[in-house]
């Protein structure tokens, strides 16, 4: 569904963005029901599976549309190459924490983790940006704080794998912001990082004979080697909406993957919802609606602003224009 914007009417582009958001969130949500499809194999081995194969699909896309200039650029830039490995690092531990989760038992909360990100980013903007928080914000955030402690004790214990996820992906996000490379050449950079500890884990199950990659049939075979289109797949579709559709579009598109998730924990893999849990998730809702309305109040007056902005201008320039042509009459009236 991606492609070229040139040459097609803005409408069509919007449209063609929307799917195209849809297909990524859509792929992202439904993504618990592809995990189990591996056992026996075990989170550690799928999560090297998905290093190695990622990249063989990334430098095959890059191959098409030959893209190989920011290689170049990246290696003369160790603090930009050190970000990427930071990144790496981050997504590692977000995609392992993820696997197991799904493979464990716990969707439900695994979605957790991605409805409370957008409060983490928030959380970090703030503690490391020295950002200031519109009150909407302050309360959502609040709200999300009410969220972890009642589901703490529902729990008996924080809901770490929510919190991991959160966390983990909220600064792998900041890191990339940093970085600013586009969503194919920045898997490329980070897979590249992850591949040789990945081949050498693998390469270490088999001589054990632990790996499954070989002994479970050409299926399973099949199915490890496709994480890496599970994986880069919504990314190209994701790349593809976030140039055709307004951010404040992909702000809402976002929470149709936890959303997903969530739905699949409780009428797909039958996860226990208790009142607590419930309360907690609750909670979490009504930050984010509360997070959502007050970010789609300021685009619509940013947007308004900038319409005043421009409409003063044509104003300006329509009057210079006829001051040009006819000074004598623009003077006497």
Known sequence: ??????????????????????????????????????????????????????????????????????????????????????????????????????????????????????????????????????????????????????????????????????????TYGLVKKKVNLGGIESLAAETAIQFLPALGYLLWLGAHGEATFAQEGAGHAALLASTGIVTALPLVCFGAAAIRVPLSTLGLLQYLAPVFQFLLGILYFHESMPPARWAGFALVWLALVLLTTDAWRTARRGRAAAAAVLKDRAATTTATEIASTNPVDTVEA
């Open 1 to 170: 569904m991606s492609g070229k914007t040139s040459g097609r009417p803005k409408g069509e582009q919007h449209h063609i963005g929307l799917l195209n958001g849809f297909a990524a969130y859509g792929m992202w949500g439904l993504v618990p029901l592809f995990w189990p499809l591996l056992k026996p194999a075990g989170a550690a081995e799928i999560l090297a599976h998905r290093m190695v194969w990622s990249l063989a699909f990334v430098v095959v896309a890059l191959l098409v549309v030959r893209r190989w200039a920011w290689i170049g650029e990246l290696l003369r830039q160790p603090r930009k190459l050190g970000l990427v490995a930071i990144a790496a690092g981050f997504i590692t531990v977000n995609w392992g924490v993820y696997i197991w989760a799904v493979n464990s038992g716990h969707v439900v909360e695994a979605s957790l983790g991605y409805f409370i990100n957008p409060l983490v980013t928030i959380a970090i903007g703030v503690l490391l940006l020295k950002e200031r928080l519109r009150p909407a914000q302050w309360a959502a955030v609040g709200v999300g704080l009410a969220a972890v402690i009642v589901l703490t004790v529902g729990y008996g214990q924080p809901p770490w794998i929510s919190l991991c996820l959160a966390f983990s992906f909220a």
